[in-house]
């Protein structure tokens, strides 16, 4: 994007003249995703007990970020590193500057390494942290342990330029904590591996019919009830007779807890998008206060996995009431743009005999339910706007008429992202048989239980976020892509790690690389060099076979 500095151009000129080339080189440049443009140059540069790192302006943000790759230093390699104000790039020193002409990308970077030092620069303190973890990647993967670069493995960043910028400006991965809870503490280390990686959303989905796993003050029960389930289904809960474990499974998140999580991810630039489902998936909503459904009957939380009858009555104000309140303390959790309303799966049957429902129907001029579904979802549309709060919905949102501000989340194949892109609306593109990271990734006999599916490694990999059909115009509609960890069949982060790794890196490379940089057997070997990372990190990555041995991925 911006041309090579002068610098850069003699490290290169002295390697292309030393003849021999270093061994196994190109491993120690094993980044995912890749950077847009990188020039591996001969020589390291070698962090010691005098290397200093500056910064400039100074700030408290800026000092943070830095603090990341010192943090991480001091600890493996037992070095001082202090940080200072400074941009003279001078000798011993990292140097981390804030500079407009380094990228037109908010996340753009540019690195160079060479013997002398390492200079980073980004138009904004995100771009800088994305180029830090570019570092992180660039040292021996004993960086990550304490102590590790400290017996007989060199503190060294191998020469190189580095241009980058991310393709899409929406790279999210997904956690669904209702079907199964997972702690703050796991939860924290999820966006960890996801911010290596430059992920910059994190989608949280909080409430479904399993469990309510975020607090509201003003409807206590939501978490006293909603959180708590008696008892989860054992195996494949295809159809009766259904065997359960008989152990409560529960949990929740405090709004302390949750704001510790928007603050936790901001500080690595992941925006936390929060999923408060509506108007099916509702069943943990309607166990705690049964004036929410069309029966007012009282439910259990349900204890086995798919999709119920029981939704929010559309006809009654009372439960409108319920969801501004509910969205507008969690609008103040979330500084985010978007809140998620889900929208999906929700069936029409109690609406169709419910006198409320139907009345809201004929007194709004509206066809039918599929129309009172958009219409729900419009006016809870309206509200959030006005909250200055924009709306992301499943596809399912376009049936019946689209919201006129929403972004669709197209997971039920592309469609949905094309529909809206042509309509003028933005949308993510997240389809079950690219994205889908609760589905098998190696053949189903050899694997844990799963809810089905084969999306192997190359499958994510090979998926294009932009559709050939949609025109330049409409193409530009296309925010991103994401990975979905679903957890019917996932009950610790063990298990989740190993459903989500490496297949979250191959969504993560697709968001960012361009495309005709990708190439999956290359991104195989950086892979491959990048474990060692991940073992001393302790991460449980899927190691089974990454090709699409069912054929061809598309
Ligand atoms: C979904 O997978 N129900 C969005
Ligand atoms: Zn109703």
């Known amino acids: 994007m911006k041309g090579i500095p002068l610098t850069a151009l003699l490290v290169i000129i002295t390697f292309a003249g030393c003849g021999k080339k270093e061994e196994n080189m190109p491993e120690k440049y094993s980044i995912i995703p890749k950077p847009v443009e990188l020039v591996m140059a001969r020589g390291n540069f070698l962090i010691d007990s005098k290397t200093e790192l500056t910064v400039y302006p100074l700030s408290d943000e800026i000092t943070r970020v830095a603090g990341f790759l010192a943090g991480m230093l001091r600890k493996s390699a037992s070095v001082p590193l202090p940080v200072s104000e400074g941009a003279r790039e001078g000798r011993n020193r990292i140097v981390m500057v804030i500079d407009t002409a380094a990228s037109d990308s908010p996340e753009g970077y540019t690195l160079l390494v060479t013997g002398r030092n390492i200079v980073l620069k980004s138009p904004t303190p995100s771009g800088l942290f994305r180029g830090v973890q570019t570092i992180r990647q660039l040292l021996p993967p004993e960086a990550e342990t304490e102590g590790g670069l400290t017996a007989g493995v060199a503190a060294e960043v191998p020469s190189c330029y580095i241009s980058d910028y991310p393709r899409f400006s929406y790279r999210g991965m997904h956690l669904d904590v209702c079907r199964h809870f997972f702690t703050v503490d796991e939860v924290k280390r999820y966006i960890d591996i996801l911010a290596l990686h430059k992920f910059n959303t994190f989608h949280w989905h909080l409430t479904d019919d399993q469990g309510w796993r975020i607090e509201i ?120 743009d978007y809140i998620h309303i889900g929208g999906d799966e929700c069936p029409k049957v109690r609406w169709e005999n419910c006198p409320a429902c139907q009345k809201r129907i004929r007194e709004e001029g509206l066809e039918d339910e599929r129309e009172l579904q958009s219409w729900f979802v419009t006016r809870m549309e309206k509200y959030l706007n006005s909250k200055g709060k924009r709306i992301i919905g499943w596809d399912e949102i376009l049936e019946g008429g689209l919201a006129p501000e929403a972004t669709v989340m197209s997971w039920r194949g592309i469609n949905g992202g094309i529909e809206a892109a042509r309509m003028g609306h933005d949308a993510i593109m997240t389809p079950t048989s690219f994205a889908y990271l609760d589905y098998y990734q190696g053949e189903p006999g050899g694997e844990p239980l799963a809810i089905g599916g084969y999306v192997p490694l190359e499958k994510v990999y090979s998926f294009e976020p932009l559709p050939a059909e949609l025109t330049p115009d409409e193409q530009k509609h296309i925010l991103g892509f994401q990975g979905n960890l679903w957890t019917e069949y996932i009950s610790t982060i063990s298990h989740l790690e190993y459903m989500a790794f490496p297949r979250a890196f191959a969504v993560a490379e697709t968001g960012w690389t361009p495309a005709l940089k990708k190439d999956f057997e290359e991104f195989l070997s950086r892979l491959e060099v990048l474990k060692k990372r991940y073992d001393l990190m302790k991460i449980n990555y899927f190691k089974g076979d990454y090709r699409d041995l069912r054929g061809q991925a598309e």
């Open 217 to 336: 003050k003003k409807y206590p029960e939501l978490t006293v009830t909603g959180s708590q389930r008696k008892e989860t289904l054992i195996g494949h809960g295809g159809r009766p007779p259904f065997t359960y474990d008989g152990t409560p499974h529960g949990g929740y998140y405090t709004q302390e807890q949750a704001r510790e999580i928007v603050k936790y991810a901001a500080e690595r630039y992941i925006t936390v998008i929060p999923e408060i489902e509506m108007p099916g998936h509702a069943v943990a909503a309607i166990a705690s206060y049964p004036w929410l459904s069309c029966t007012g009957n009282r439910l259990n939380v349900q204890t086995r996995w798919g999709v119920f009858d029981d939704v929010f009555c559309a006809g009654r104000d009372t439960v409108f009431a319920f969801l501004e309140d509910v969205l507008d303390e969690v609008a103040d959790i979330f500084p985010s």
